[in-house]
């Protein structure tokens, strides 16, 4: 059975840091990648973050780059986000998903239609 289960949320204040995980059971992602999505209160559910799990090729939206960094162990079939510098904004409900597909290097998956396999999710909350 194949589950990805996060963990790591919480609440912190603007500035600080929380260290985000997401472990796969029963699937590997070896020839696609996994990413990290994020929900605010009314609005949609928005890209943040992928990585290819060969290559560890990563990308980022625009609002977390510089902030976050995505990473993973091949060994623990985990992957992570780190982030620092956190604001109000970044308050959401963080999910990690599973790309089995191949990750093509000129077409990086942003789109939450491209990632195969989803997490329950773990509650950010950065106070101001």
């Known amino acids: 059975q194949v589950g990805l289960v996060e963990s790591g949320g919480g609440l912190v204040q603007t500035g600080g840091s929380l260290r985000l995980s997401c472990v796969a059971s029963?699937?590997?992602?070896?020839?696609?990648?996994m990413a990290w999505f994020r929900q605010a209160p009314g609005k949609e559910r928005e890209f943040v973050a992928t990585?290819?799990?060969?290559?560890?090729?990563?990308a980022y939206s625009d609002s977390v780059k510089g902030r976050f960094t995505i990473s993973r162990d091949k060994t623990k079939n985990t992957m992570y986000l780190q982030m620092n510098s956190l604001k109000p904004e970044d308050t959401a409900i963080y999910y990690c998903?599973?790309?089995?597909?191949?990750?093509?290097?000129?077409?990086?998956?942003?789109?939450?239609?491209?990632?195969?396999?989803w997490g329950q999710g773990t509650q950010v909350t950065v106070s101001s």
């Open positions: 029963g699937r590997t992602f070896s020839s696609g990648g």
């Open positions: 990585i290819r799990w060969g290559g560890g090729n990563t």
């Open positions: 998903a599973g790309k089995t597909r191949y990750w093509i290097l000129t077409a990086i998956p942003t789109h939450e239609n491209e990632y195969d396999d």
